[in-house]
């Protein structure tokens, strides 16, 4: 089992379970073992292959996104990569990556609720690439992702946000073959995902980058406390709820906000 991706919720009952990130359902580890309940994620998806290996998702929450599957099966076949649902394809490859990173401080947040409905429903429209703009704009954060924010360019309003630098493999918005991706962070309101949705070029500002984790890890940083700062995971409350009775998909639970 790859490092930290299974973990105990004794809300739900005894031994390990997995939670989905887009969704929030909670299976025991077993079910990684039935590919028709959990599947894996690959993110970023590359050009002309499948991207590595991220993390666990339920089967609906990975089959219902038509249009990041479009965009996927036109990166593998070495096509042009252009429009919405490269769009798509990109901000949920960032959102599975801070997963991997930081962990259930990070999405266990009413912030994140936009993110994994666009993700999950395969809404296209947004534009979540970001200028090369900020107090850092010279440094590279290619296979990092940043602790941040969003600048709103005609309102100078700042949004918390979190920066993943993903290998480019189109022309929009890309310096020295990278480009940030923002996608928002505890915080958030939802004005961000607005300005993303609008084709508002959102200025990212940072200071420096934490690389991702190797393919199969998920050190989950901020759930253990080893992120180094600005350290600001999420706030609210969260309590795993037993589902009673299982559910037919398999799923003992669910994450659902206690305050």
């Known amino acids: 089992m790859a490092k930290g991706r299974a973990h105990s919720i004794p809300e739900v009952g005894d031994g390990d379970y997995l939670t989905c990130p887009l969704c929030l359902g909670i299976w025991p580890v077993a079910a990684i073992y ?7 994620e690959h993110a970023p998806v590359t050009q002309g292959g499948a991207g590595e290996f991220r993390c666990i998702t339920c089967r609906p929450c990975n089959n219902n996104r038509g249009a990041e599957r479009a965009a996927s099966l036109e990166r593998r076949a070495g096509g042009r990569q252009t429009g919405s649902s490269e769009s ?33 429903e395969s809404i296209v429209g947004l534009t979540p690439c970001g200028k090369f703009k900020g107090f850092s704009e010279h440094t ?27 290998p480019s493999t189109h022309a929009e918005r ?46 989950r940083l901020w ?19 037993r589902a009673q009775p299982e559910h037919q998909d398999g799923s003992v639970g669910s994450w659902q906000r206690s305050d």
Do not use: M
Not at 34 to 40: E, G, H, Q
């Open 88 to 120: 798509l394809l990109e901000f949920a490859s960032a959102y599975l990556i801070c997963f991997a990173t930081l962990g259930y401080k990070f999405i266990l947040d009413s912030a994140l609720d936009d993110t994994r409905r666009i993700i999950r």
């Open 223 to 241: 759930d253990n406390g080893e992120a180094p700062g600005p350290y600001e995971p999420s706030v609210e409350g969260w309590r795993a709820v």
């Open 34 to 40: 039935s590919p028709d309940v959990l599947t894996r």
């Open 140 to 166: 590279s954060l290619k296979g990092k992702v940043a602790v941040g924010a969003g600048r709103h360019p005609q309102s100078g309003r700042f949004e918390p946000a979190i920066l993943v630098g993903l």
């Open 174 to 219: 890309v310096v020295d073959g990278e480009h940030l991706v923002i996608v928002p962070r505890p915080g958030a309101s939802g004005d961000l995902v607005s300005w993303l949705s609008s084709g508002v070029e959102v200025e990212p500002f940072f200071d420096y980058g934490i690389e991702w984790p190797a393919e199969l890890e998920i050190p």
